[in-house]
């Protein structure tokens, strides 16, 4: 089975702008989760999708968003970037459906950089 | 609210020799999940062992083992016989069972150094 994929890989924005990055799941696993990485708050849970429906909410600003289509993919949107958006930004594949103990498959991650 | 602790930035270990990287998290919770994931340079998170909170045994995956302490709050992962492919950053994460609370919870993280 192919892994997860995350596109772009890197992506370089200034501040005011808006951003989009995907995320495209393990064959068959139904949900995805985005966490963001950055060195002063290490890794922090953004939200996670299941079956095109956001399940779990992290504390993040509105101006972080996503949505999951039909076929599992996800994107997640930042809107009116700043300066400490600039981060590794990690999407996880998993079933969705073994609770617990369900293991979250990462992909590569979109390193975010915001000037 | 459920907390993880990896106490260590940075350890080291001579090639082929035996290492502890250790873990302890605060809950309530009596059902849980608790994971080590390892980073190498790649960035790619790569799930090393897992462990279910309700059994007693200690998870071994090759290499990869825990010393899971319920009681203590304690978990911490063994490396044995080094190889320079383990040097990454390696987290203790936290998973509660159930779908309310299905985030997963980083500890800071431990950089593990192999020398050759």
């Known amino acids: 089975k192919a892994g997860v994929t995350q596109t772009p890989r890197y992506l370089i924005k200034t501040r005011g702008q808006q951003v989009t990055l995907s995320c495209s799941p393990i064959?068959?696993?139904?949900?995805v989760s985005w966490y963001q990485q950055t060195p002063g708050q290490g890794l922090q849970f953004l939200f996670e999708?299941?079956?095109?429906?956001?399940?779990n909410k992290g504390n993040f600003p509105g101006r972080f968003s996503g949505r999951q289509f039909s076929n599992s993919r996800s994107e997640m949107n930042v809107s009116t970037l700043e300066l400490g958006d600039s981060a590794l930004y990690l999407c996880?594949?998993?079933?969705?459906?073994?609770?617990?103990?369900?293991?979250?498959?990462f992909g590569p991650g979109t390193r975010l950089t915001v000037l | 609210a459920q907390t993880v602790t990896q106490s260590q930035p940075e350890m080291s270990v001579q090639e082929a020799e035996t290492v502890t990287l250790s873990c302890t998290y605060d809950t309530s919770e009596s059902d849980y999940y608790l994971f080590w994931y390892k980073q190498p340079p790649s960035r790619q998170m790569i799930l090393v062992i897992r462990?279910?909170?309700?059994k007693q045994q200690n998870a071994t995956e090759n290499r990869f083992s825990v010393n899971f302490q319920k009681a203590a709050k304690s978990f911490s992962l063994k490396i044995s016989d080094s190889q320079l492919g383990d040097a990454a950053m390696y987290f203790c994460a936290y998973r509660s069972e159930g779908w309310s609370n299905y985030q997963l919870i980083w500890g800071a993280g431990t950089k593990l150094i192999i020398k050759p």
């Open positions: 999708y299941f079956s095109e429906t956001q399940r």
């Open positions: 462990q279910e909170a309700y």
């Open positions: 064959s068959g696993h139904r949900s």
């Open positions: 996880a594949s998993s079933s969705g459906l073994a609770g617990g103990s369900d293991t979250q498959y």
